[in-house]
């Protein structure tokens, strides 16, 4: 890559250099996945525990842009079980919506590729590496296997179209030979069903027209119209009032029991994570740093990132002067340090922090974190 002057600016010569390696690299990518006739062998794969119905394995996705290359998700690993809600954790930019975008193929290309690792998905029959498979090859699979709940639903929907076009739209794309009469039966009954009391009219009318809550309902009847065996839900409820937040969440999890789905749950709010999730994923800078139940994580937090995010939850009935902030920022992610990504934020580093990014040490099966404190090499002997 080119060097960069002392302040931190690339000249024109550099910035060009590094936007003909982008294209060269992008494009070798890019082609391999719009191949029209790729072989299936190419792409399947097997899981590793047939219980699981997606699994992340060392997953790497990179931003080739003209500034250098952003390494947005840099070795993440975890798995959802079938029928499990998983909650997804971490601050602003660690990385979370990059996973599940890469998990949906929606990366934003040609610069957002998967330059490494596995995305395992269990068909039943069969697995598929998301990570290989040709992008037309998971349009089949996209909204009735996978689908995913977007963050904004004024942007999520398009403001021209009636709502009732809208669903019917993806319910035409996934049904071919779905006839007109029923596809509006099933949309007036998705519409009851993610609770919108005046069916008939909502499906009449334009998103303008509806609440800030009808249109995220409306999002999630969108996304749950085939029946998904794996939801992406990317901070869905950061929308509302606490109010319909509560109904929306008790809207997922009744809808998840229904048809067994699993849920990937992106949020910063970790009393919802405490309410809808089995097991917690913790992000920092692009890899996840700890990982384990729902229980693990909030009774016996390890990494001093996870210490940080829960003593910096208010609780009810705790009186405080003030609550606590982790100083400090995320490092960039062009220029990430050789050595763990929080060492420069935390207030629990050791001597031995010094050295390499820190491995993933087991605390019991399920829980794992990536921190030098419980690293046995040196102090205990024996638990790693
Ligand atoms: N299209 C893009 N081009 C370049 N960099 C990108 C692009 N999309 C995301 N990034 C970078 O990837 C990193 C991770 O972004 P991501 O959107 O996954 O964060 P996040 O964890 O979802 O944050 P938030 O909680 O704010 O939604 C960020 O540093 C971001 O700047
Ligand atoms: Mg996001």
């Known amino acids: 890559m080119a060097r960069k002057k002392p302040e931190g600016y ?9 936007s003909r390696e982008n294209r060269r690299i992008t494009s070798e990518l890019e082609k391999q996945r719009k191949r029209k006739k790729a072989p299936e062998s190419e792409y399947l794969t ?3 525990d047939i219980g699981n119905a997606v699994e992340f ?22 798995d959802i079980p079938i029928g499990k809600t998983v909650g997804v954790v971490g601050e602003s930019g660690c990385g979370k919506s990059v996973t599940s975008l890469s998990l949906m193929q929606l990366l934003q290309r040609p610069q957002g590729q998967i330059v490494e690792g596995e995305i395992r998905l269990n068909l039943g029959d069969r697995a598929y590496d998301v990570a290989k498979m040709p992008y037309e090859k998971l349009q089949d699979l996209r909204g009735n296997f996978v689908s995913m709940i977007f963050q904004e639903p004024m942007t999520a929907l398009n403001p021209v179209f009636r709502i009732g076009d809208q669903l019917e739209e993806v319910l035409e794309l996934h049904n071919k030979d779905m006839s007109r009469e029923e596809m509006k039966r099933r949309t007036i009954e998705l519409l009851e069903m993610v609770g919108i009391a005046n069916s008939e009219g909502v499906y009449k009318m334009f998103p303008h027209e509806l609440s800030g809550g009808m249109r ?4 999630i009847a969108m996304a749950l119209a085939c029946n998904p065996r794996v939801i992406i839900a990317d901070e869905p409820t950061t929308a509302l009032d606490v109010t319909i937040q509560a109904q929306v969440l008790d809207l997922l999890r009744g809808l998840k029991e229904k048809i067994n789905s699993s849920i990937m749950f992106i949020t910063h709010d970790l009393g919802v994570i405490a309410e809808m ?13 700890e990982k384990g139940t729902t229980e693990e994580i909030f009774e016996h937090p390890a990494h001093p990132y996870t210490i ?28 990430m340090p050789n050595y763990c990504y929080f060492k420069d934020r935390c207030e629990m580093c050791l001597g031995k922090c010094e050295g ?6 087991s605390l019991s099966e399920t829980h794992k974190v990536s921190c030098y404190r419980y ?9 790693a």
């Open 10 to 18: 690339l000249s024109a010569k550099e910035s060009r250099k590094i």
């Open 277 to 289: 999730a089995d097991y917690v994923v913790v992000m920092y800078a692009g890899r996840v740093v």
């Open 216 to 219: 995220q309902r409306v999002v």
């Open 308 to 335: 940080g995010l829960m003593a910096s939850k208010p609780v009810v009935g705790k009186q405080v002067e003030e609550l606590y902030s982790i100083p400090g920022k995320v490092p960039n992610p062009i220029d």
């Open 57 to 78: 394995d060392n997953l790497h996705t990179y931003f080739f842009t003209d500034a250098g290359t952003v390494k947005s998700v840099d070795g993440v690993s975890f």
């Open 46 to 48: 097997q899981m590793r």
């Open 356 to 361: 390499e990014y820190p491995r993933e040490i």
């Open 375 to 383: 690293d046995a090499d040196e102090t205990k002997g024996g638990n």
